[in-house]
């Protein structure tokens, strides 16, 4: 396996190792991004959806640990706009590291396929100096498309994040909004 790795790194044209190792950063942070984004707004979840079955309940106000809290502390009154502002925030809050997702999905395969073509121009320009015929060609683009495999491999990742954040946002923020929606309600009484 490393004499593998090894001899591929020795055969590869420099831009593709460096659209390799790119790759490998974008892998890195995506995960890093995505585990720390995903628990981070799991225990959110949480907490919204106990305060809001605590007011389904009959409590009279969401818990201390509800995003909407600090909203209704600062406030003189509970009006609609104030809620409207507080899911507006949390959707900004929720939504966090979600845009770098995006662009790695999209981007992600173009890099790969960039290395794929730096990769197989050097496999034709060695053709003209040996004298291998098709077994260089093969090998040459063989080793090249590695390089779209590495990019795709990446950009699935991460717009899987994407997805499963953008969902588990989606329900965070909807938990805040039926909340705000209980509280008005039991306003207009």
Known sequence: MINNILDFYLKSHPVTVGVFIF????????????????????????????????????????????????????????????????????????????????????????????????????????IGTTSGGMNIIATGVADALIATAAGIFVAVFAYTYHQLLKRKSYETVNLIQMQSESLLARNKD
């Open 23 to 126: 790759l490998v950063f974008y892998f890195i942070a995506i995960n890093w991004l995505f585990f720390y984004r995903y628990f981070s707004i799991k225990n959110w979840h949480e907490t919204e959806e106990k305060s809001l079955e605590a007011l389904l309940m009959g409590a009279t106000s969401v818990s201390p640990g509800s995003y909407l809290s600090h909203f209704i502390k600062s406030a003189n009154n509970l009006n609609k706009e104030l809620f409207d502002l507080a899911i507006h925030s949390a959707t900004k809050d929720a939504t966090k590291g979600m845009t770098f997702l995006s662009i790695v999905a999209s981007t992600a395969p173009f890099i790969g396929l960039f290395g794929t073509v730096v990769s197989i121009l050097d496999t034709f320009a060695h």
